[in-house]
């Protein structure tokens, strides 16, 4: 099973403030398509999860520009440029290029 | 607008079954795979089955494999997950999610609680 590992489990935050959140794979996501299945989640407090970005880098529909994707292969990261008290909640990043689908532990951003 | 409604969870005793159900709407429902993940009380995300838009193919994380079978009704655009065998590590709740190689639209989620 492919394990996600994300970075850091708790992350305090000024508002206006960049954040920033890793994740690492255990194997290379990129699938045999040639494309790369990792995806990141936003969980607010009380609600279900919403997708966030997906295939690294691609902003879903209605996700702000603050939010952005990078990395490739077993080393990705979510930033926010500038943090606003909606953004409050745990962030997951998820891989998608082999079954079973799994997800990271979670990143707690919080206002400071 | 996507909704999903997810619906059966409840308080069941180890070893007892539960039928979940999502009923879904606005959008296509036959053209798409559909999953459950579940989410433990205070803890992070675990994906639990998947199932191919035509229901032909279900996929299943280990530790439910053989208690849990994901079906659909593409005739009512209906998702289901037959729970049997509970055990008090299923407690969750259980959220169905349209799958596109990521979870781009999400129920509200029905909580399943295996207690004594």
């Known amino acids: 099973d492919i394990v996600m590992t994300q970075t850091p489990l708790s992350s305090p935050v000024t508002l206006g403030q960049p954040a920033s959140i890793s994740c690492r794979s255990s194997q290379s996501l990129v699938h045999s398509d040639g494309n790369t299945y990792l995806s990141w989640l936003q969980q607010r407090p009380g609600q279900p999860p919403r997708l966030l970005m997906y295939?690294?880098?691609n902003r879903f529909s209605g996700v702000p520009d603050r939010f952005s994707g990078s990395g490739a292969g077993t080393d990705f990261t979510l930033k926010i440029s500038r943090v606003e008290a909606e953004d409050v909640g745990v962030y997951y990043c998820?891989?998608?290029?082999?079954?079973?689908?799994?997800f990271g532990g979670g990143t707690k951003v919080e206002i400071k | 607008e996507v909704q999903l409604l997810e619906s059966g969870g409840g308080l069941v005793q180890p070893g007892g079954s539960l039928r979940l159900s999502c009923a879904a709407s606005g959008f296509t429902f036959s053209s798409y795979d559909m999953s459950w993940v579940r989410q433990a009380p205070g803890k992070g995300l675990e994906w639990v089955s998947t199932?191919?838009?035509?229901?032909?193919?279900?996929y299943y994380v280990d530790s439910v494999k053989g208690r849990f079978t994901i079906y659909r009704d593409n005739s009512k655009n209906t998702l289901f997950l037959q729970m049997n065998t509970l055990r008090a590590e299923d407690t969750a709740v259980y959220y169905c999610?349209?799958?596109?190689?990521?979870?781009?639209?999400w129920g509200q989620g029905t909580l399943v609680t295996v207690s004594s």
């Open positions: 199932i191919t838009a035509s229901g032909n193919t279900p």
């Open positions: 295939k690294i880098s």
């Open positions: 998820m891989q998608a290029t082999r079954f079973p689908l799994t």
């Open positions: 999610a349209k799958y596109i190689r990521s979870f781009d639209d």
